[in-house]
């Protein structure tokens, strides 16, 4: 059979063949660079266009939605609310984003989720609540909403170009890029957003304090802020712990910390305290998990039980206590261990002309002044431009007025339509813009009277234009207006302080207090790590420890609950801990592994455990090179409440020994090559560095190594006297005098 003739290939066209060409080829590229093309741009849109609020005090995620509420009508309060799926469908024309997130969004903005501290959304319906992780707010079709009254102050004169348009993401309408609001919103209330690199936290503040403080540093720019701008004031009030310091560094830097405490009230009757306000960080959910975690580790034994009986009233939190428990002393304890008390992270990071910048409360409002300043000088030449226009109208009326029946001549005479404006124009001197306005009066309106009427608005916009005209001239004139809106503002919205103060030297002594249980523990450390506090009862019941494998009980005593315990690791580091930081456990348990329980790094292994009070007494340190430092106790003392410290003991050799010695005793030592020695601690004076290398203490023969050391007790000192060092040298020349007639081999 013939063989099929192939038939030729065409030959691909030229953009074809180039496709062909440039596929499936590697090209090397620094990573710097793909980076810079491909992340940079989305980082910047996340922080220019997402995250960060404005000077306006809005992300445009809330500015797109209360924008379309406006264009709805919303804002007036006769008409009703409308279904939030409604708003949520209108906003998506300038909100690209899911309808779950535009509606997460308004649910922030509403008056039922007590978010803010002066809603802007007038909400119908279940929005959940700020302060409750499980109260979730309705589906979209369920709710309804308008905008409150206080929007009008956001939205004034927004049509008198106060502000830029731009395009919406698909060039079908505009929208507002900053909205022309007569308040420091951005400091009003509460804002918070994470961009790519950084974030924001903007706490709130009481409308009539910010509106004071702005007023006043337009008078004086260098007005003391802490004088009007009391402090935050938080939606779920609470008492902000007064700290004038930390207050004024926030005002100043925008960084800082805010600590809020819970409001709460004692029942008697019940022996019940009840929470009813919780600080803004946190929310009911979180504080009864951790009351509940520490009752079960028995760090709060004052606590029967504890119900969340929040209602249609507001928040409440309520904890019965045990027969004979002090309520107050109980709140500072829980003021200390769970989130009734938290602190509120401040970072003042605002976008200005598109630049992240952190300022503080003074910067904020002089920016936001200048800001309205724009606003109002744009306002004042949009309203001039008006007004001129219209003068412009009225002044060819007044010239129509000295001859109405030559007018109506004109017009009547002239033949073709088109010649109407022309022949006015030559016929009274007026420009083509007059005559076009002379030329479209209605017939009826051709009057003396009206013309007359009309006539005497001239006077009244000559002199509304020279007082526009003066007020784009001074500056002082401007800051005039800006003082006045917000006076109105101040009468028309202002409210009461939710947030109160409790000043620090208040509470100083209530903090102070340390009631942690304290009662005679007997502490056991396993030479591989594991740590046992056991009380006497409980040892007396059963002695017999259990232990891993091949593990044995390395050090053994008595003391207290609030000991304090020093953890020295093979790698030159110490653990600073509590005896109440472990549990209580019995001896048929393994007990914690102090490695696991205080993070020790991988690898690292305990070495000792002491014990202490007031540190007193001091550590002697051995070493394989012979070497020994004794290192006073108070070495170890931190003001702060440091957990890990490094450089405990010097690293030149491995370590022997840590030996804690509350007065001088002596110690034997032996080595490798079997030799020994004893001394008397009182021949090494304590050095005053943790990482010192000590002083030679035992001459080792060569290739030779210190091998063990250990304490001495009264009844072993007659045999071991012969091994005694005679002399009693000063540091540092022991090494010297120490001959082997003083050492002897077992």
């Not at 200390?336 to 598109?354: H, K």
């Not at 409002?365 to 744009?378: D, S």
């Not at 000991?563 to 393994?590: C, I, N, P």
Request: charged letters at 30%; one cysteine or more; proline letters at 4%.
């Amino acid at each position: 059979m013939a063989r099929k003739k192939e038939s030729p290939k065409k030959k691909p066209s030229v953009k074809h063949e180039a496709y062909i060409e440039g596929s499936g080829i590697v090209v090397d590229s620094e990573i710097t660079g793909i980076l810079k093309n491909n992340y940079m741009p989305y980082a910047m849109s996340v922080i220019i266009s997402r995250a960060l609020p404005e000077i306006d005090g809005f992300k445009p995620s809330h500015r797109k939605l209360l924008y379309m509420m406006y264009k709805r009508g919303l804002l007036n309060p006769d008409k009703e609310r409308s279904k939030s799926a409604n708003v949520v469908g209108e906003t998506m024309k300038l909100n690209p984003h899911g309808d779950q997130a535009i509606y997460e969004t308004m649910v922030r903005l509403t008056r039922g989720n007590e978010a803010l501290l002066h809603p802007y959304v007038d909400s119908k319906g279940n929005f959940g609540k700020q302060y409750s992780s499980k109260m979730h707010y309705a589906a979209a079709r369920y709710t309804e909403v308008k905008l409150e009254r206080i929007c009008g102050e956001l939205f004034r004169d927004i049509d008198k170009e106060t502000v830029d348009f731009v395009p919406n993401y698909d060039n079908t309408m505009t929208e507002p890029t900053l909205l022309p609001a007569t308040f420091p919103t951005v400091l009003v209330n509460a804002n918070t957003g994470i961009a790519v690199g950084m974030a924001s936290n903007v706490c709130p503040f009481n409308l009539e304090e910010v509106c004071e403080t702005c007023i006043a540093l337009m008078k004086d720019p260098n007005h003391d802020i802490l004088s009007t701008l009391k402090g935050p004031d938080f939606p779920g009030g609470g008492f902000m712990l007064y700290d004038e310091a930390e207050l004024a560094k926030v005002y100043e830097t925008g960084r800082g910390s805010i600590k809020v405490r819970s409001k709460y009230n004692y029942d008697k009757a019940s022996n019940c305290l009840e929470i009813t306000e919780i600080p803004y960080t946190t929310t009911i959910e979180a504080i009864i998990t951790k009351i509940i975690e520490l009752v079960k580790t028995g760090k709060l034994r004052e606590i029967s039980y504890i119900r969340d009986e929040t209602d249609i009233d507001g928040l409440k939190i309520a904890i019965d206590l045990k027969r004979g428990t002090d309520p107050d002393k109980l709140m500072q304890k829980l003021f200390r261990l769970t989130p009734l008390q938290d602190a509120y992270p401040c970072n003042f990071n605002i976008l200005i002309a598109g630049t992240p910048r952190v300022m503080g409360v003074r910067e904020i409002l002089t920016e936001w002044t200048a800001f309205r300043e724009e606003c109002v000088t744009r306002r004042t030449y949009f309203d001039l431009t008006k007004k001129k226009e219209k003068l412009h109208l009225l002044e060819a009326l007044a010239k129509i007025l000295l001859d109405i029946d030559k007018a109506i001549r004109i017009i009547r005479e002239t033949e073709a339509e088109s010649e109407v404006v022309p022949n006015l124009m030559i016929g009274f001197g007026i420009d083509e813009i007059q005559a076009e306005y002379v030329a479209e009066i209605k017939l009826r309106n051709i009057n003396k009277q009206y013309i007359l009427r009309r006539i005497e608005e001239i006077d009244a916009l000559k002199a509304d234009i020279a007082e526009m005209e003066e007020i784009l001239r001074d500056k002082k004139k401007v800051r005039r207006i800006i003082i006045g809106e917000l006076r109105e503002v101040i009468k028309n919205y202002a409210q009461p302080r939710k947030t109160m103060f409790y000043y620090l030297s208040d509470i100083e002594e209530e903090e102070a207090i340390d009631d942690t249980p304290d009662y005679p523990v007997n502490i056991f450390v396993s030479a591989s790590g594991y740590f046992k506090k056991i009380t006497a009862a409980s040892l007396r019941m059963s002695s017999d420890q259990k232990l891993k494998e091949g593990d044995y009980i390395s050090q053994n005593f008595e003391a207290t609950n609030k000991t304090e315990l020093v953890f020295f690791s093979d790698r030159a580091q110490a653990y600073k801990s509590r005896a109440s930081a472990f549990d209580d456990t019995k001896a048929s348990v393994m007990g914690d592994f102090v490695p696991a329980k205080l993070g020790f790094d991988d690898g690292e292994n305990l070495v000792a455990a002491v014990p202490t009070v007031d540190y007193s007494g001091c550590m002697l340190f051995l070493f394989e090179n012979g070497k020994a430092a004794k290192i006073p106790m108070n070495a170890y003392e931190t003001k702060t409440n440091r957990k890990k410290l490094a450089k405990a003991y010097s690293d030149k050799s491995p370590l022997v020994a840590a030996l804690f010695i509350n007065e001088d005793c002596d110690i034997l030592l032996r080595s490798t090559s079997g030799h020994a020695l004893v001394f008397n601690t009182a021949m090494i004076l304590p050095k005053a560095t943790r990482d010192s290398q000590g002083v030679q203490v035992m001459t080792l023969r060569k290739k030779s190594l210190l091998a063990s050391a250990q304490m001495i007790e009264a009844a072993q000192l007659p045999d071991l006297e012969k091994y005694r060092s005679k002399n009693v040298p000063a540091a540092g020349k022991l090494a010297k005098e120490l001959g082997d007639s003083n050492q002897l081999s077992f």
